[in-house]
């Protein structure tokens, strides 16, 4: 299947910076969800959205289910040294059997 | 603790050998799942299964094998046809097949 158009795939940002990634699709999808990956471990699932316009927080993260339900961003406010990793968005298409598709993955670096 | 359970973290495999991954959930989840990723790359589907005795191919499926006799295990077996098994891998589930997927720590396999 189609992986999903994330961006940027690599961020390297000063300490208390803020932070924005998106991910895009020429598809419509029912769900998106964002996970963050650190070294050598599973993904972490951070948010899941289920409705267009959706706007979500846990701390210091917010996502967005966008209008078009073709994309979705997530924004982490005042960066800290432990929000290194990679971040995933994941896709669900209501015509695919309710699977998963992948982004590639933004790697933020933080400088403390 | 309730959750995903994967061995081993460490695998080597010789050229032409089967291996079998181990991915055991405790959290009784019907769905369960198997991705492999590569480097700086994200998550490739390989099996999914969303109910015991019953799983279905993913997008790279070609040279593995898996089983679900029981609900709480979702074992992965790479045959000596996956021309290319270095990887990553990652085994997921979820409630049901419409819920966010959860996923272990993962294996890490090389070829000797």
């Known amino acids: 299947g189609q992986q999903l158009n994330q961006s940027p795939q690599s961020m390297f940002i000063q300490e208390g910076e803020d932070v924005s990634m998106n991910c895009t699709s020429s598809s419509i999808f029912n769900t998106w969800l964002w996970y963050k990956q650190d070294p050598g471990e599973g993904p972490v699932l951070l948010i899941a959205?289920?409705?267009?316009?959706e706007l979500t927080s846990n701390g210091r993260l917010t996502a967005q289910f966008g209008i078009t339900r073709k994309d979705s961003f997530l924004n982490i406010s005042a960066s800290i040294p432990s929000d290194v990793g990679i971040y995933f968005c994941?896709?669900?298409?209501?015509?695919?059997?309710?699977?998963?598709?992948f982004g590639g993955g933004t790697r933020l670096m933080v400088k403390p | 603790d309730g959750g995903i359970t994967q061995s081993p973290k460490y695998l080597f495999r010789k050229e032409g050998q089967n291996v079998t991954l181990s991915c055991e959930q405790n959290l009784n989840h019907d769905a369960m799942y198997w991705y492999r990723q590569d480097p700086g790359q994200g998550l490739r589907l390989i099996y999914y299964?969303?109910?015991?005795?019953?799983?279905q191919k993913g997008d790279i499926a070609e040279g593995y094998s898996v089983s679900r006799e029981k609900k709480e295990s979702f074992p992965l077996t790479v045959t000596s046809a996956q021309k290319n098994p270095t990887a990553f891998y990652l085994c997921a589930s979820s409630i049901e097949a419409a819920q966010p997927q959860h996923f272990g720590d993962g294996t890490r396999l090389s070829i000797l």
């Open positions: 299964s969303q109910i015991v005795n019953d799983f």
């Open positions: 959205l289920y409705k267009a316009g």
């Open positions: 994941a896709g669900k298409r209501s015509n695919a059997g309710n699977m998963l598709t």
